[in-house]
């Protein structure tokens, strides 16, 4: 059975993973489907596009990536510390490049802190803090390896991770 990423991934161990995502019930991410006929390669560029516009929000450096006919690896690194370093408005600009998030956050991107209350400044402040612990973090589902709906992809996925102590494993590892 897998384990659920909290308790995989530790920062105090490693900020190095190497993170596997793949489809399930033969679905194709990309290539040509032998069985079908069909082919999703252009979905190859969709996944790499992705993957990049997803390191540019998160605190998570693609160090290396392969994308294969029904899964993907990265080799990742999780940089807290620089999640930490934002400041709030580019924290909530960050996130709401891909979430949405509560209108009072809308509404304080688009108006600053003009006609808020203290209160709902406080609110716009809680909700920074929740988003920043998440961009320097992939314990949740969230991050450069993307969420369930991210890949564009038919079918489920599943995936998991292999922890690297250092930079200096992945060279060797065959992983890469």
């Known amino acids: 059975m897998p384990y659920p990423r909290s308790a995989l991934v530790s920062l105090d161990a490693t900020p190095w993973y190497h993170v596997i995502s793949r ?23 969709w996944i790499v596009e992705r993957m990049e516009q997803l390191a540019g929000v998160f605190a998570v450096d693609v160090a290396a ?11 990742v690194r999780i940089d807290a510390e620089r999640a930490q370093e934002w400041p709030q408005d580019e924290v909530l600009r960050r996130w709401t ?22 209160a709902q ?11 920043r612990a998440r961009l320097g973090d992939l314990a949740d589902g ?7 709906s991210d890949s564009g992809a038919a079918g489920d996925r599943s995936g998991g991770f ?12 065959g992983h890469a």
């Open 23 to 45: 489809c399930v019930r033969r679905a194709f991410l990309c290539g040509e489907d032998l069985a079908t006929g069909r082919n999703f390669e252009h979905r190859r560029s």
């Open 65 to 75: 990536y392969a994308v294969m006919s029904n899964h993907f690896h990265q080799v």
């Open 97 to 118: 490049q891909l979430y949405t998030g509560p209108e009072l956050v809308q509404q304080y991107l688009r108006d600053g802190e003009a006609g808020l209350s203290s």
């Open 121 to 131: 400044l406080a609110a716009v402040q809680g909700w920074a803090e929740t988003y």
């Open 142 to 148: 969230d991050g450069v390896c993307g969420s369930e």
């Open 162 to 173: 292999r922890v690297y102590l250092d930079c200096r494993a992945t060279a060797g590892s």
